[in-house]
């Protein structure tokens, strides 16, 4: 009885503590792992084309309507042919990679003005596998002093209702059994 109670009140203590993880302080991956993220720092403008679950890529294309990349930025990644553009960023190559391409987009966007500004955003993972649109990740623009969400009181309130309720229920089954 004493190891079942141990091990629900070791649940319960990890639980509450997994949960500023399950809040989104560590940027996971978004979607689908087979397909690589565009992650996108909004405080400097920086993209990295993160193949870290999926395998590396052989190719991709980034284009926008409005001229908004900074091509002076751009840091190849595939070592083939490049497109450096202010409306389109591309590379193909038959060796595959993944990496940071630079500061090349404009700072201070979020999720929905990264998805207004790529009108065209397709990576292809191999040769004659059909393109498929990157997962887009916007990185959190808190800087520094960035900290873990405090649970809410409630939670500390049921956690410790749970425990005193499973205490009693052992109390009282022991007294029984006497």
Known sequence: MKQTLATLVAIVVISCLAQPAAAGIIPASAGDPAIPDLVYDPATGNVTLDGTESGPF???TLQNATNSFIPG???PLLVGVSTVLTSELAEAALAPGSGSIG?????GLDLAGLQAL???NTVSVALGAPLVPFDLVVLSTTTTGGTAPIPEPSTFLLTGLGMVGLGLYSWRRRRAAA
């Open 58 to 60: 052989i190719g991709y």
């Open 73 to 75: 930025n751009f840091t």
């Open 103 to 107: 500061n090349v987009f404009p700072t």
């Open 118 to 120: 790529l009108t065209v």
